[in-house]
């Protein structure tokens, strides 16, 4: 086999390493795939790690002992992250984007990849030491984001449905009151979670915090703590909501008018400043 080139090995590392966040790689297996010395090794890995820090790619974490190795970890700084909201925040705000009942058309942005991924990767971030087990959502329009989390936290991601699927087995089913007032059901397979875990309840909307509360109660029935709660976005009416302790990437307000007009705003605690 030819030699290979640091520079080779170093894109080859990254490639792998960040299309597999939160797993262990050991030195070993980089070691056998480029014919390489241990020491060499872990010289290109310090080399990646300052790198990543240094343009805000992530963090490249490495683990000693047995079975220890490194990991990626696509952790985003606070001013990245408050840049990169306030850009989605001026392409949102506006008239262009209201809908009746002061909701607002952003379903575009929830179906862009990279979109969605960074907005996934800033939650991740933030609710990282929460140490959560798993990513819940409720169907479907969550879904992209709290999909993007999960990847980014290396953890699974777990769907609650309106109703029961036959393919999933048993199921445990609440009814809870919706933000319109609504009573409706919420079912999640008995096998999805496991007790005594930890889930982050990450989703696109939240006005008066009815679904969300909703999920809080689901995992209370499989003997399972909320680690935490993220959202993409969340209106400044109701001021009380039915959850607390929940963070939002943005906040939503609409001005009445002849022409009612969509404010977005990057949330308080992006900017504590």
Known sequence: ???????????????????????????????????????????????????????????????????????????????????????????????????????LYYSDILSTPDIVNRMGEILATEFRDANPDFVLTMETKGIPVAFAAANALGTPLVIARHSSKVYEGSAVNINYVSGSGNMETMSLSRRAVRENQRALIVDDFLRGGGTARGMVELMREFNVSVAGMGFVMSTLTPEKKRISGEKSLMTLEVREGEIPEAIVRPSAWLNPA
């Open 1 to 103: 086999m030819e030699k290979i080139r640091r520079n080779e090995r170093m894109s080859v590392m990254m490639k792998i390493l960040a299309g597999e966040p939160g797993k262990m790689s050991t030195l070993n297996r980089f070691c056998e795939m480029f014919g390489a010395a241990k020491s060499t090794v872990s010289e290109d890995v310090d080399a990646l790690r300052k790198v990543a820090r240094e343009f805000d790619l992530g963090e490249i974490e490495t683990v000693t002992g047995a079975a220890g190795g490194v990991l990626y970890r696509p952790v985003r700084n606070r001013e990245s992250s408050l840049k990169y909201i306030q850009g989605l925040c001026r392409e949102l705000s506006g008239t262009e984007r209201v809908l009746p009942g002061n909701y």
